[in-house]
């Protein structure tokens, strides 16, 4: 015969395996709304407590917890982009999303006692296109509200009924929208070369790196190439976009002689080939590729150490 405690542990249980079993989409849909993991888990975990703030015959009443904890999730993620707005208005030198490792190069940042642990299954965030570092560039030149309404319907494949509910505009508001942020999108370069030649274009530019040959680095970048750095005033980066292929390779053969004894390795960066460089141990620098006709025409390298956390052991097995 059950105790009541038991029979209350049954009751609860529903609600506690439907949390967990949306974790993982909520991590997934805040970082595309966000380009933070912080922030995203910042907002799951705010999402998870106004659940548990409910009483029991509120939780109840809810028809699907599911559609219920993404309506809410999206409604602060909505609310954490328009403050996000100003704080990086005044952010040091350019911000660049928060880069992501591979699923199997995967540790917490996050974990207590100043050590990582291998993160849950249900935190891991799903490397799709929709991640790469060159569409979430695009996404932080939306608005908000265009940049919600466009994940959650095009990304996502929310109506625009359920989509309005979130961004707190009329179905047809948020049509135009998303149809704005799908312009912006379409403005972008086109899809990058098949992974495979992607690896080994960054694999070459490694090699030049590491020789600290400028000749070959200015022939595996596209002539009109940009860099941007992100050290958010925390450690040393250039505050403005490195523009052209000599400048920039004038520029990383000036980093390579500065931090004698940097190790470059090949990781894969939100989903593509990238590069991380270690000193000492430790990643310094996390750098996302965007290629075309052969040649790098953009670099993301984030070296600000708040953005790195999930790269701390990596590299270390």
């Known amino acids: 015969m059950s105790t009541q405690s038991e029979a209350e542990h049954d009751r609860s249980e529903p609600g506690l395996s439907t949390i967990l079993g949306e974790r993982r989409h909520l991590i997934n849909l805040a970082y595309r709304l966000l380009g933070s993991l912080a922030e995203a888990e910042d907002a799951v975990q705010e999402t998870c407590a106004r659940w548990y703030a409910m009483s029991r015959q509120q939780q109840e009443a809810v028809e699907s917890p599911g559609a219920w904890l993404t309506t809410v999730a999206g409604r602060i993620c909505l609310d954490m982009l328009g403050s996000a707005r100003v704080r990086r208005e005044r952010y040091v030198g350019e911000w660049i999303p928060e880069p992501l490792p591979d699923r199997t190069e995967w540790f917490s940042g996050r974990a207590g006692g100043g050590g990582a642990e291998a993160a849950d299954p249900a935190d891991r965030v799903t490397l799709d296109e929709s991640v790469n570092m060159a569409f979430l560039v695009v996404l932080e030149s939306m ?118 004894g940097l190790t470059l390795l090949e990781r894969t960066v939100n989903g593509r080939p990238g590069l991380v460089a270690q000193h000492g141990g430790v990643t310094v620098t996390v750098a996302a590729f965007d290629l075309a006709g052969g040649r790098v025409t953009h670099i993301w390298a984030v070296r600000n150490p708040e953005k790195l956390r999930a790269w701390t052991e990596i590299g270390r097995a």
């Open 143 to 260: 608005t908000p509200a265009e940049r919600v309404a466009f994940i959650l319907h095009d990304v996502f494949r929310y109506p625009f009924a359920e989509v309005a509910a979130i961004v707190g505009r009329t179905p047809a508001a948020c049509r135009q929208l998303a149809s704005s942020a799908r312009r912006r999108v379409g403005a972008a370069p086109g899809p990058a070369a098949p992974t495979a030649g992607q690896a080994g274009l960054v694999r070459h530019f490694k090699k030049a790196w590491e020789a600290r040959d400028i000749e070959a680095l200015v022939g595996l970048l596209d002539p009109e190439a940009t860099m941007v750095a992100d050290g958010g005033g925390l450690v040393g980066a250039v505050l403005h976009p490195v523009e052209g292929s000599e400048r920039i390779a004038e520029y990383l053969i000036h980093i390579a002689a500065k931090a004698p």
